[in-house]
């Protein structure tokens, strides 16, 4: 077995790119989670360079880490000071930790003409950095930035940087694509001329930037050329177009190169990683991707009837691995592109199946199909709406099947006698509810910030004292797409609500010409199903 050192910088590279910004307690947070999955390194920030970093630091001793080690990261001393006095050599003591990163410029332009001192003194400040902090103990991988473009504009220098590295004491030669323009041949090419000079003296590894889309294969190839340390952020967080996500190379190095034996994580931890990727995400206040790799919700998702169909006789038929290994499932789109198959299929996940024979169940099959392709021609999109279309083919169970399969999956909850929305001014909406339960008529009132909020508050006011249940989960997002805008203000229009609570959420839609019907559908559709889903039964059928 081959172990691969595992680096995360998501708490300092990963904080840069646009939209990103950590708390104390997030990247408290975010630490314990990589600590968790067993990652070998977290580079916590920049210790000096803002008080987040210093409260991080202090606060993050306080942290028993069980399979990490915490990084502080710096540079090299300035050019014009002396390492005993130097402020951010000072500041990274001061974070005290083991393990410290400093990042020096291995390549000559870059010294030249951006740090504007000689190529001789530049190195003068990477050995006395190195040395000074080995004298205090420390531990020090060196981030050698611009190492890929540097090494083509000058490979001599770029070398010489590499010895002064290895001569000084560092643990790790971290060679960096810091611009991220670099092509994998190029990147193992360079990797596999340094990892044969200093292998026995030194571990190499990969720091790449997602420029170009090939961080993360930039990160795979630097490894088959002999690196045994990558740093990257979870999720490929990171400034411009972000760093390599470790993400999806942890998996590809576990999985795929299965004759090297290649290791990254602890045993049985490559399971939690959609768990990671997603929990980070939230903390980050970043919208998680579905077509991500690996771990995205659509990652082993299929629509086609085709590959439905094939995935019953195959499971690997249109996937790539067994999504459990990575944390991921299975998952069947029903939409008008699906055929029997996904039906069948999405039934017997749902449980929904009638208790019948193949025969009748096969048929109830083709017409939940033929119901969902009239729908989507209407404008409905079941994708993402997975509640709604539960709620359709229950009632198509009670409408349709009740007396050959003796299963009544739906009852309704309340009868709709009126309701209206009344808009006063540009901030405020009030809606009025009618219902009937049990032979009961209730009438409520609401206030709220549009239409739908109104609605969504009125209808709950009426329903909580029959179904107390409504109040454990609450309308979450509200989103309102046009289907046609040609049509300007007579166009469908497609609402999606999402209900739920911080364990669980789910999705309704609503479709209609008119705004406030189709929200009304969607929310409706939203509180059943969240008292189905919690088991509550109808008040004139209990």
């Known amino acids: 077995m081959r172990a691969i050192e595992i680096y995360d ?24 989670l990589l600590d968790d999955i067993g990652v070998a390194f977290v580079e916590g920030g920049w210790p000096g360079a803002n008080p987040k970093d210093v409260d991080f630091f202090t606060e993050a001793k306080k942290i028993k880490l069980k399979n990490t080690q915490l990084v502080a990261f710096g540079s090299t001393r300035k050019a014009n000071t002396k390492v005993e006095s130097d402020p951010i050599l000072a500041a990274l ?6 393990v410290i ?52 504009a000058d490979s001599a220098y770029s070398l010489k940087f590499a010895k002064i590295a290895v001569e000084a004491g560092a643990e790790t030669l971290v060679l960096c694509d810091t611009n991220g323009g670099s092509l994998p ?43 045994t340390q990558v740093q990257g952020t979870i999720n490929g967080y990171g400034e411009r177009c972000g760093n390599a996500n470790l993400i999806s190379i942890i998996p590809n190095l576990e999985l795929k190169y299965t004759e090297e034996k290649l290791k990254c994580l602890p045993k049985d931890k490559l399971k939690h990683l959609s768990s990671l990727s997603h929990s980070v995400a939230e903390i980050a206040n970043q919208h998680h991707s579905a077509h991500q790799p690996f771990v995205g919700a659509s990652s082993f998702a299929h629509k086609a009837g085709l590959h439905a169909s094939a995935m019953k006789k195959q499971d690997f038929s249109y996937e790539h691995i067994d999504p459990l290994l990575v944390g991921n499932a299975t998952k069947i789109i029903i939409s008008e592109q699906s055929g029997v198959s ?27 199909l033929e119901r969902v392709k009239k729908l989507e021609h ?77 609605l969504d ?68 559709d939203s509180i059943e199903y969240g008292l189905i889903k919690y088991g509550v039964k109808p008040v004139e059928f209990a």
């Open 457 to 524: 508050k009125a209808l709950r006011k009426a329903l909580v004292s029959f179904y107390p249940k409504i109040e454990e989960f609450q309308l979450l997002d509200y989103k309102v797409r046009i289907q046609d805008s040609s049509l300007g203000t007579a166009a469908l229009t497609k609402v999606q609500v999402n209900t739920g609570n911080l364990a669980e959420d789910w999705d309704t839609i609503g479709v209609s010409t008119n705004i406030i019907k189709a929200s009304w559908d969607a929310i409706v």
């Open 9 to 32: 910088t998501t708490l300092r590279d990963g904080a840069q790119m646009r939209g990103i910004s950590f708390s104390v307690n997030d990247k408290l947070k975010v630490l314990r």
């Open 342 to 368: 996904n039906i069948l299929d999405w039934l017997q996940k749902k449980k929904l199946s009638p208790k019948a024979n193949d025969e009748i169940i096969g048929e109830f099959a083709k017409t939940v």
């Open 185 to 227: 041949e190029q990147v193992f090419k360079i990797t596999k001329e340094i990892t044969d000079a200093y292998k026995e003296k030194l571990k190499i590894g990969i720091h790449a930037h997602n420029d170009c889309e090939l961080a993360v294969a930039n990160s795979i190839r630097a490894v088959r050329a002999g690196a």
């Open 101 to 152: 990163c400093i990042v020096g410029k291995s390549s000559a332009p870059q010294v030249t003409n951006t740090l504007k001192i000689s190529l001789a003194k530049n190195l003068d400040m990477l050995a006395e950095s190195i040395s000074f902090l080995k004298s205090e103990g420390r531990r020090v991988i060196i981030d050698a930035e611009h190492f890929f473009d540097g090494y083509v």
């Open 93 to 98: 003591l001061r974070a005290e930790t083991q």
């Open 378 to 454: 209407k404008g409905y999109s079941f994708e993402n709406a997975d509640a709604s279309l539960e709620l359709m083919v229950r009632k198509l169970i009670d409408v349709e099947g009740s007396a050959e399969t003796k299963l009544k999956a739906y009852k309704p909850y309340f009868k709709l006698v009126e309701h209206n929305v009344y808009i006063s001014n540009g901030e405020k909406t009030e809606a009025t509810v009618r219902i009937e339960i049990a032979g009961e008529e209730i009438h409520s009132a609401s206030v709220g910030n549009g239409p739908a909020n109104a």
